[in-house]
DNA sequence: TTTAAAACCGACTGATTAGTCAATCTCTCG
DNA sequence: CGAGAGATTGACTAATCAGTCGGTTTTAAA
């Protein structure tokens, strides 16, 4: 693993335990066993290291995700194929879910840097599909798509304390109902 | 306004807009007008400080809140009553809501410190009579709670960039339906 | 009026921080 | 091989930070 991936996996480790404030780049680069320079050249500023997350995990959901959807599937099937996709990485990934919580509800965050990533794109498009068909609320498409992630949030947090119903399926699919419910028609 | 008023008022406006991060403790000393020294008086350390807040804006939604339903209401009209004048406050009180969002996705909270205040409490016990009049889905209390919870948030994150439907009770009803609709069985 | 506690001040400090820099090493490719 | 670019080091610094402290003023009750 190179030195800027390490970098990245030690910070996200240390930002999600400790947040942005409680972790030194020192200490970051301490624990990712190198230099402080190192750092420093790959990521000009603190700031920037934690932007260039952001983008890193959106990325990494987003790839995840599309891998799942299938061609040939209907409406609900695609937005229950993402929801679980969202909801299954997010639990096997918790360092990147609390990093993104936290990230997500800081001053760092704007709609505009949500609206510039392929995964908002893609997801919105699919509302409006779904809007168009009649068969969602007819309300502004990245409205949907901002609800179904928090159910998401809320969802995965749920899960993370009673880890005994992630594993049931059944169960699942009733978490989903919750979250098509708000969004159907 | 006691000087310990200034300084919560202060810190508010810049913690919700530079994050706990971004803002040190003597300036918001100076910016609220009193000494470095007193706000250590009443905060032994930030940490405090940043509790403290929490719990004031939390008891001034809860009396907030609880003031609009009344006894007679159907529980329909009550969680109604109680989710508009959620989205309400927090669309008039803008620093707090960034505040609490920031607080409440950072290190600094738990559930245990989630359930220990009466707000919570409150709507918990509104969440088991609607599952036991069989008019809520069949789900843990607590969860129909911070479902709701995040819907409140992302409605009031889409009303602040679309302030031209902030005063159209009708489409507010229409994003109630969306929370009811979660819930509901 | 006395007294004690609480409110208040602001200069101060020791620790910590983000970020720099000059030097060395490693890799790649002509 | 040789040269240039990028990777890497870690000691260093200037600034900033949370929190302290010795002393003064205000408050309120006795």
């Not at 993402?82 to 997500?104: G, I, K, R, S, T």
């Not at 809007?131 to 949907?144: A, C, G, R, S, Y």
């Amino acid at each position: 693993m190179d030195k800027r991936t390490k970098l990245m996996h030690t910070a996200k480790r240390l930002f999600s335990e400790h947040g942005f404030y409680g972790t030194a780049t020192a200490r970051i680069a301490k624990e990712a066993g190198v230099s402080n320079g190192i750092l420093f050249h790959y990521f000009p500023t603190k700031d920037d290291l934690i932007k260039a997350m952001y983008f890193d995990i959106k990325d990494r959901i987003f790839h995840y995700s599309l891998g799942q959807v299938y061609k040939g599937a209907t409406l609900k099937e695609s937005i229950y194929t993402l929801w679980l996709a969202a909801v299954e990485w997010n639990l096997e990934n918790p360092e990147d879910f609390d990093f993104m919580l936290q990230f997500e509800n800081s001053p760092y965050y704007s709609v505009e840097i949500e609206k510039s990533h392929k995964y908002v794109q893609m997801s919105v498009e699919l509302a409006e599909k779904g809007i168009e068909q009649n068969v969602f609320k007819h309300l502004t498409p990245l409205l949907l798509f901002q609800l179904m992630s928090s159910l998401v949030d809320t969802t995965v947090k749920f899960l993370r304390i009673n880890p005994e119903l992630q594993t049931d399926i059944e169960y699942k699919n009733r978490l989903f109902e919750i979250a098509w419910d708000a969004i159907k028609k």
